[in-house]
């Protein structure tokens, strides 16, 4: 695959920027459309969506953004630069999307359809939970490097659309061409999986953290049950593929802690560090992979898909029993750490 090589290394470290000459209209507009369909939904859904702004509510959402702030000031990125999404819409999806962040709207999507059929089958505090697990996730993908670049184009018959869209680890180019008639559609996305494993690791420990903080509204012990039993049963034991997203940098956390003598808690810190200041372009992230695991693990890692690549991948990790003491060196740079550091 190639396309890495069109992302350059940001000036800015992490935060949210966004530039080109449709930037600001394409986020209003989306906004606008998002809020229409927000109002239909508080119609159609009437008793759900009662529920839902009401948990939104009962969530102490600046002692989220305390939690998240931490992981921003840890990996370096000055304050005027963070960005927490902090508009919700609803949404009427299909199948399991339970949410959705999108960069270019900044905006938090809730698949009021979702939690509408999740609550006649289970118990409210339990569906809440879940809830707030999406929320966090969606939230830590807000306050990832997030980069968008708009270049658009409108003539008599012809449109030219060209979006370059970095969150976190995930890079992503589409071009749309309308001429005169001719609709054509490209898409390049690399780190997508890889990318919702971070993420999803990132909002379990926030869920933990918050629940030690702020057992809300639900009487503690029944929350805290709640909590653990959704925990294990979903993310420690779950089979999704974000699931095995999170098993796979698990493993590369573990090797590479095993092959640099850093400890686990560290190297996880620097991938967090990445994520967050997006100080590596997508195609130094593929080099150093592959330095490290052997060639093209950094491209299949960068390509996969579902959650059988993964899988894959981690297995062959776990055969591996060649070591890169040279790259050792390369990975304490990158991660920010001198040997030995807690
Ligand atoms: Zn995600």
Redesign the pocket.
């Known amino acids: 695959m190639r396309g890495f090589e069109s992302f350059k290394r940001s000036d800015a470290l992490g935060g949210r920027t966004r530039t080109g000459n449709f930037a600001e209209q394409a986020e209003k507009e989306m906004n606008e459309d998002m809020l229409q369909e927000h109002a239909a939904c508080v119609e159609k859904y009437t008793e759900t969506a009662a529920t839902i702004l009401n948990w939104l509510k009962a969530l102490d959402l600046k002692e989220v953004g305390n939690i998240f702030s931490e992981y921003l000031t840890k990996s370096g990125i000055p304050v005027e630069h963070w960005n927490v999404a902090e508009k919700f819409y609803l949404y009427e999806g299909v199948g399991d999307n339970e949410m959705?962040?999108n960069s270019a709207s900044n905006a938090i999507r809730i698949n009021v359809k979702y939690y509408d059929e999740l609550l006649l089958r289970y118990d409210e505090d339990e569906v809440f939970v879940r809830f707030m697990h999406a929320l966090f996730?969606?939230t830590?993908?807000s306050t990832s490097y997030n980069k968008i670049e708009w270049d658009v184009e409108f003539g008599e018959t012809n449109m030219r659309a060209d979006l370059k869209q970095q969150t976190g680890f995930d890079a992503n180019v589409a071009s749309k061409r309308i001429d005169n008639g001719r609709k054509s559609d490209e898409q390049m996305r690399v780190f997508e999986l890889f990318?919702?494993g971070i993420?999803?690791q990132i909002a379990h420990e926030v869920v933990l953290e918050y629940v030690r903080r702020r057992p809300t509204s639900i009487e503690p012990s029944k929350f805290k049950r709640t909590t653990t039993n959704y925990l294990e049963s979903e993310i420690f034991e779950g089979t999704n593929d974000?699931d095995a997203a999170r098993q796979m940098i698990t493993a590369i956390v573990l090797s590479i802690s095993e092959q640099t003598n850093v400890p686990e808690k560290v190297v996880w810190r620097g991938f967090v560090r990445q994520y967050y200041t997006g100080e590596m372009t997508p195609g130094d992230v593929v080099e150093l992979l592959n330095e490290t695991f052997g060639s093209n693990f950094g491209e299949r890692i960068a390509e996969a898909k579902d959650g059988t690549d993964l899988r894959e991948l981690a297995l062959s990790l776990r055969s591996l029993s060649t070591h890169y003491p040279d790259v050792a060196q390369k990975w304490l740079d990158h991660l920010h750490v001198t040997r030995g550091a807690q």
């Open positions: 959705a962040y996730h969606e830590a993908h990318n919702e993420t999803e974000y």
